[in-house]
Every structure is written in structure tokens, then in C-alpha cells.
């Protein structure tokens, strides 16, 4: 059966403090976000039951997202999980704080993660090489479902997967994500006779065993948005 889904949203970065940085391009975490990720960290240690197991990590190649990897799951990676950077799981937006980091840049920066399967267009969004990473409806549904595609067919029992709010938001869950926060899914039933049927989940509520939704509340659990699917 499809893995259960723990999705991330990375802990405060530069840009989410003051709109003045938004022409910083791929913010590092704050200081308040690194101290974000260590609380989620201990959520998360707390939270998943043994028998629960993050056998895959996956990421987003964006500084703030690859920064809260190695700190709110260091627990995870020292017992030698993979680490997968993917592209599709990029923020929206072509805006600066939005636009990510070379690969080689990165593979200097964090030699702990290997980036030599990042897509090589990375982090172009603009040119006719980076339109599948464009900020247009099509494109954009189009990376969300072949992530999600590529995940439904993994054999691990738990993947937890560390990306961006508005991605997430429009493309993925239809729930809001605070700063280091998380949700849990699981992959809805397919129906194989229906050709082209999107790939969707249902989130797991709070009071089950795998835990819960990070530092949101109830109330803002239940709060739902339209997909763009």
C-alpha cells in the first residue's frame, strides 16, 4: 500500500519576517526558525510511534527547507535514511526569496545531502527549460501530481517530505501550513477505471496514532481551501 505522507512546511526564514526580504534570494532560516525546527523536532520524536518509521526524506532544494531537514530531522539522517532533493517540490513563485540555489552551489554548501539527481534546470522557472516549474496553474498541477505519483508507488512505510506553503496549500493538501508545521496523510483509494483520476489525500487527524498537526490549532486544522485541482 501507498506510504503515509508526513508534510512539512519549513521553519521561519528571512523572508517571512519582513517583506523588505523578499529580494533576498533563497533565504537561510532566522534565528526564531532554527529554534522553530529543533521544537519540531521534538514533536516529531515524540509524536511518531515505533513501529512508525520516516524511512525516506524528501525535499525541497531550497535553502529554508533543506535547513529545517538538518535540523528537525537529524534523528531521522543519522540513522542513514535518504535524503532526495526533487525540484517539484519548489515554492511557487519566481520572486527572489522564491528562486533557489544551483545544485554545485548547494553541493558546496550542505556536502551532507546529495543533490546529483536534482533536475540540472534548477533553479530556472523562467525559460522554456524551467516551464515546468513556471508559476502557471497547468504547470504547477502538473509537478504536484507527478510528485505525488512518484510517492504513491514508493515501499516505504512513512516519507516525510519538507516543502513550502503555497505549494502545499494550492497544489497538494488545500490546508494551511504555519512555520514549521506538518500534517499527516494518507493516499486516498484509487479508482483504476478512471483514466487520468488525480492522485489526493486525506489527512490524518490529530488523535491518531501517528500524531498530529504541528503547531496549528484545531480550528485552523479543520480550515480548508480550494485545490487547484
Same mark, same amino acid.
Given at each position: ?39 519540531? =523536532? %521534538?514533536? @516529531?520524536? /515524540?509524536?511518531? &510511534? ?5 524511512? $525516506?526524506?524528501?525535499?525541497? !532544494? ?40 544551483? =545544485? %554545485?552551489? @548547494?553541493? /558546496?554548501?550542505? &556536502? ?5 539527481? $536534482?533536475?540540472?534546470?534548477? !533553479? ?106
Amino acid at each position: 500500500m501507498p506510504p503515509t505522507l508526513i508534510l512539512i512546511r519549513h521553519a521561519q526564514a528571512l523572508h517571512n519576517v519582513d517583506k523588505a526580504y523578499h529580494s533576498l534570494r533563497d533565504p537561510v532560516l532566522t534565528d526564531l526558525g532554527r529554534l522553530q525546527a529543533v521544537e519540531l =523536532r %521534538e514533536h @516529531l520524536k /515524540a509524536a511518531l &510511534p515505533p513501529d512508525r518509521r520516516i524511512e $525516506l526524506i524528501v525535499i525541497s !532544494p531550497m535553502r529554508r527547507a533543506i535547513e529545517t531537514c538538518l535540523i528537525a530531522l537529524d534523528w531521522v539522517i543519522n540513522e542513514g535514511v535518504p535524503v532526495v532533493p526533487d525540484a517539484r517540490w519548489q515554492e511557487l513563485h519566481p520572486n527572489p526569496c522564491d528562486t533557489g540555489t544551483p =545544485r %554545485e552551489q @548547494l553541493a /558546496a554548501d550542505y &556536502p551532507q545531502i546529495d543533490f546529483s539527481l $536534482l533536475d540540472p534546470v534548477y !533553479p530556472d522557472k523562467i525559460s522554456p527549460a524551467g516551464a515546468r516549474y513556471r508559476c502557471e496553474k497547468g504547470a504547477v498541477l502538473a509537478r504536484a501530481q507527478s510528485a505525488l505519483a512518484d510517492l504513491y508507488w514508493r515501499t516505504e512505510d512513512v516519507v516525510a517530505v519538507v516543502s513550502h506553503s503555497g505549494f502545499m496549500r494550492t497544489a497538494v493538501t488545500g490546508r494551511r501550513f504555519a512555520n514549521a508545521d506538518y500534517r499527516v496523510f494518507d493516499f486516498e483509494e484509487r479508482d483504476w477505471n478512471q483514466e487520468g483520476e488525480p492522485y489526493r489525500m486525506s489527512d490524518i487527524e490529530q488523535d491518531t496514532d501517528i500524531g498530529g498537526s504541528g503547531i496549528l490549532t484545531r480550528q485552523s486544522l479543520r480550515e480548508q481551501i480550494e485545490l487547484i485541482i
